[in-house]
C-alpha cells in the first residue's frame, strides 16, 4: 500500500501529521534530532466516533496538525523515520501523509511540464486530501455528509490565530477568524462520490457556501492498519 513516487517537476513534498497532544509533543522532539525544522502546528479535532476512539485507544478527539516543508529526497526519509519513531504502524497513534508542492514560472515550457505532472500524479497517487472550508459551526454538517457518503472520519480546524495564517498562505485563499476547514483522506474509489455528495447537499456551487479541493497524496501512514481492524470487526 504504501508507495514512494518519483515524478519530474517536483521539487518538494508537505508532510503533514495529524496527531494527539502528546504525540505531537514527541513528533517535534523527534524532528529536532533529525535536524526538521520550520514545520507549523494547527490544533483540530477528530470526526471518528468515540466507539472507534475507544477501540484504538484514543481518549480524546483533540488533534495537532504538523505540517513541514522538505524537498522530495527528504520527505520520504523523514516519514518512515516519523513512522518509526512515533509507532504510527499501531493503531491510533496518528497519521501522517505527504503531498506535492508544484511550482511553476511564466514560461510555455515550464507550464507544459507541469500539466504533464499533474497527469502523472492523478494516475499515481492512491488516496486524496479533500479540503473543505465553510463558515464555523458548518463543520460537523459536512462531515455528516461526507459520513452518510463513506467518509470513516476527519479532522476540523479552525480558521483562526496560527492556523489562519498557515491555511491562507498554503491554499491561497483568505480564511476569516470564523472560517473552518475540514481535512479528509479517502481513496480514490470515493473521491467522485464524496464530492458530488459535498456538492449537492451543501450546495457549494452558490457563492459564498464554501470552497472544496482536492490534492493527491503520494504517502500515507497510519491509516490502513484502521482499516484492516474495521474488516476484521
Do not use: W
Request: glycine content about 8%; some cysteine; charged content about 25%.
Amino acid at each position: 500500500m504504501d508507495k514512494h513516487v518519483q515524478i519530474s517537476g517536483i521539487e518538494y513534498h508537505i508532510l503533514t501529521l495529524i496527531l494527539s497532544d502528546s504525540q505531537s509533543h514527541k513528533c517535534i522532539h523527534v524532528a529536532k534530532a533529525k535536524g526538521v525544522c520550520g514545520g507549523i502546528v494547527t490544533i483540530g479535532k477528530g470526526t471518528v466516533s468515540s466507539a472507534i476512539l475507544n477501540v484504538l485507544g484514543i481518549k480524546s478527539q483533540k488533534r495537532e496538525v504538523i505540517s513541514f516543508l522538505l524537498d522530495k529526497e527528504q520527505a520520504n526519509e523523514i516519514l518512515n523515520h516519523f513512522t518509526t519513531e512515533l509507532q504510527l504502524h499501531e493503531p491510533g497513534h496518528g497519521v501522517a501523509f505527504t503531498t506535492p508542492v508544484i511550482m511553476a514560472n511564466r514560461s510555455t515550457e515550464t507550464v507544459q511540464d507541469t500539466g504533464n505532472t499533474e497527469k502523472a500524479l492523478e494516475e499515481m497517487s492512491m488516496y486524496k486530501k479533500l479540503t473543505v472550508i465553510v463558515d464555523r459551526g458548518m463543520a460537523e454538517e459536512v462531515m455528516d455528509v461526507a459520513h452518510n457518503a463513506g467518509v470513516r472520519g476527519g479532522t476540523i480546524m479552525h480558521g483562526r490565530a496560527v492556523g489562519a495564517e498557515y491555511t491562507e498562505k498554503l491554499f491561497g485563499v483568505e480564511i476569516e477568524p470564523e472560517k473552518e476547514l475540514v481535512l479528509i483522506l479517502i481513496p480514490n474509489e470515493l473521491v467522485n462520490k464524496v464530492v458530488s455528495t459535498l456538492y449537492e447537499e451543501l450546495q457549494l456551487d452558490e457563492p459564498g457556501k464554501g470552497i472544496l479541493f482536492v490534492e493527491p497524496v503520494m504517502e500515507v501512514r497510519g491509516l490502513f492498519e484502521s482499516a484492516q481492524h474495521d474488516k476484521d470487526s
